[in-house]
């Protein structure tokens, strides 16, 4: 299989995804989500990484990150995920019989701008669109819970943003992503590509020689690298 260069830049925000191998459950119950929650701590204090908002499902997981520095993002993603599937298949006696997510976690680029914005609402309502909560602050294994009900040292697992956040939140993080949000949203997503207005994304392509999955109109298709 061809993989996707991955960009690794410090300095850019990321949306980053995993999901269970077999779209499998990872979280089964308060126990399974408190561990990722304790190690996604012990990852944003070994290498520093700064996280604006998470969502854990229960086979799949969202994190917005924020790395400072180049490689921060590999590093922090490979112990993260490493020391959880050694953590869950000590814990469930599995060892040795394969693995616990799909495969490498995906990332995208996030403009720091008004789509950063629309990317933590993606998040923050992924347990509302599921039905999973009927609001997003209801979902305790969620960034908009913390926010709005976590304790001052719970909060300290979150960073500030580089785009304000509403100051109305609450009434903002309730009210349904827009449909065109939604569909410039999953067609990123879909892609593989960065997610910003189109000169951006133009810039991005170039910049880090990103894959031909992204299609800028009026521009050829770039060869996968």
């Not at 410090?10 to 190690?39: K, Q, T, W």
């Not at 490498?104 to 990317?119: C, I, M």
């Not at 609402?121 to 669109?129: A, F, M, S």
């Not at 960034?143 to 709005?148: F, H, P």
């Amino acid at each position: 299989m061809i993989r996707v260069a991955r960009v690794d830049v410090g300095d850019h925000v990321y949306h980053v995804i995993n999901r269970a191998v077999g779209r499998l459950r990872i979280f089964d119950d308060r126990n399974d989500y408190e561990l990722f929650l304790y190690l996604l701590h012990e990852a944003k204090e070994m290498i520093g990484m700064r996280i604006l908002g998470y969502a854990l499902m229960p086979n799949h997981w969202h994190l917005l990150l924020y790395p400072a520095n180049d490689g921060d993002m590999r590093h922090f993603m490979h112990w993260l995920t490493n020391a959880h599937t050694r953590k869950v298949h000590t814990l469930t006696e599995t060892i040795g019989t394969g693995p616990l997510y799909q495969g490498r976690y995906k990332s995208f680029l996030t403009k720091t701008d008004y789509h950063l914005l629309t990317v933590l609402k993606y998040i923050e309502r992924n347990p509302v669109r599921a039905k999973l909560s009927r609001n997003a602050e209801s979902w305790q294994w969620g960034s908009a819970w913390l926010r709005l009900n976590g304790t001052k040292k719970q909060k300290e697992l979150l960073s500030e943003s580089p785009v304000d956040l509403p100051r109305n939140y609450r009434s903002w993080i309730n009210t349904p992503d827009s449909p065109k949000d939604l569909d410039s949203l999953r067609t990123s997503l879909n892609r593989g590509a960065p997610f910003g207005d189109m000169r951006w994304v133009e810039q991005m392509v170039d910049t880090y020689k990103l894959a031909s999955t992204i299609r800028v109109p009026g521009r050829p298709v770039k060869a996968i690298l």
